[in-house]
């Protein structure tokens, strides 16, 4: 399957503390992606990294890609109960508008 | 004002029948998109449409035909529905392809 991967596949934490979440892909790549989807809505783009930069940071949000392992992680530091989401990874291949995503991660921030 | 909108949102049918699923962006953007999204939360892509051309058919049963009429729509029917069918079909669209996306809010379908 071309499908990436992510771990873990749910995560549960109390707010304040950080989320991490790990993603792999198969194929070389153009960029990596990660988006939010709430329950029940669409997914909504949170930040995107090249695959000549390592690390990239958007408010509480730091994403780091490693293209010798094929993997990327995004931290949610902070997290916030609006923070409870499934996030999903998004490595477009070289060469190709195509994105395949990873099977996603469920975070669940506890008040 | 709404940038990428789906209609309907709820589509609820028997198997066998025709269905169609449209979408509208109004961010001007080049490229659109159609993902299915299965009971598991996998995310699939199935077509990808670059001013009105088709540039991405995964493997999808050809009962699934996209239709481009302009850049803004990308519409999609589907032929002699089947149980397997049944999912969340969203739409996306980006300015360029493989850049950022931006999704419609997904037609849930149930095939009965």
């Known amino acids: 399957s071309q499908q990436g991967e992510e771990d873990p596949q749910a995560l549960s934490i109390q707010e304040g503390e950080n989320a991490t979440m790990n993603c792999s892909y198969k194929?070389?790549?153009?960029?990596l992606q990660w988006y939010r989807q709430n329950s029940g809505r669409g997914l909504v783009h949170l930040i995107l990294i090249r695959s000549n930069e390592r690390e990239k940071h958007s408010g509480r949000l730091r994403v780091t890609l490693d293209t010798s392992k094929k993997s990327s992680s995004l931290l949610i530091t902070a997290s916030r109960a609006a923070d409870t989401a499934s996030y999903f990874c998004?490595?477009?291949?070289?060469?190709?508008?195509?994105?395949?995503f990873g099977t996603g991660t469920r975070l669940k921030v506890l008040a | 004002d709404t940038a990428v909108s789906q209609t309907p949102k709820y589509l609820v049918t028997q198997m066998g029948n025709d269905k169609s699923i449209k979408c509208e962006q109004n961010?001007?953007?080049?490229?659109m998109y159609w993902y299915k999204q299965d009971s598991k939360k996998f995310l699939k892509i199935m077509f990808s449409y670059n001013n009105k051309e088709l540039i991405i058919n995964e493997t999808v049963p050809n009962r699934f035909s996209p239709k481009s009429p302009d850049k803004a729509h990308l519409n999609l029917h589907i032929n002699s529905l089947e149980l397997g069918d049944s999912a969340v079909y969203f739409c996306a669209s980006s300015q360029v392809g493989g850049n950022e996306q931006f999704f419609g809010p997904g037609t849930r379908l149930t095939v009965l």
């Open positions: 998004a490595s477009t291949a070289e060469g190709t508008y195509k994105y395949i």
């Open positions: 961010l001007g953007h080049d490229t």
């Open positions: 194929t070389s790549i153009n960029n």
